[in-house]
């Protein structure tokens, strides 16, 4: 689904209002059939999992003090999920899903990587939890063109790879041309 608008109209917000952060103060969030606007506290927890984001500027939503392999590993230990190993095996899966050689990117820290490296991460996170719905707020706005073209690439094939339903905002008619 593409959501195109010029800068400032709403956009991000809406994106906010899907995940509930926070929650809005009118409408309905239809997900899966439910209305995430009126379920709270526990079930809206169990709901989250499910709905991953990756925001535009990808270096500044990158922990500079972690790792690689701590940053894309960390919804799996937030959400308990599996053992150290497996853990750790679904992080490799995920950096190489996003075109990152695991063995050189899981020791490193952000700022060793391009800006495009770094969206690969941002994205490497977002697929971890296996969700139903990623929503990319502008992800490649920040990006130089050759570079977007490869990640626009890289979403299209996750989307038909993991069943992806993709929430694609930008203000770029062409890239959602693309995308959507």
Same mark, same amino acid.
């Given at each position: ?24 103060? $009118? %409408? ?10 009126? #379920?709270?506290?526990? &079930? =809206? ?69 391009? $800006? %495009? ?10 697929? #971890?939890?296996?969700? &139903? =719905? ?47």
């Amino acid at each position: 689904l593409g959501l195109v608008g010029e800068s400032g109209c709403g956009k991000s917000t809406a994106a906010r209002a899907v995940m509930q952060l926070p929650a809005p103060t $009118g %409408g309905t969030v239809l997900f899966s059939g439910k209305d995430l606007t009126a #379920v709270r506290g526990e &079930k =809206l927890r169990a709901q989250r999992p499910q709905i991953q984001i990756v925001f535009q500027d990808p270096i500044s939503s990158l922990n500079p003090r972690r790792t690689v392999g701590d940053i894309v590993g960390a919804p799996l230990r937030i959400w308990k999920r599996g053992t150290p190993a497996e853990r750790k095996a679904k992080v490799d899966e995920a950096l190489d899903a996003v075109g990152l050689d695991p063995e050189i990117a899981r020791d490193k820290r952000p700022h060793e990587f391009s $800006g %495009g490296q770094c969206q690969r991460i941002c994205i490497a996170r977002a697929l #971890v939890l296996e969700p &139903k =719905l990623i929503i990319c707020d502008e992800p490649v706005s920040a990006l130089d063109v050759s570079v977007q073209a490869q990640i626009l690439n890289l979403l299209e094939d996750l989307k038909a790879r993991y069943g992806l339903t993709l929430v694609f905002i930008t203000h770029d008619l062409a890239v959602v041309k693309n995308v959507s």
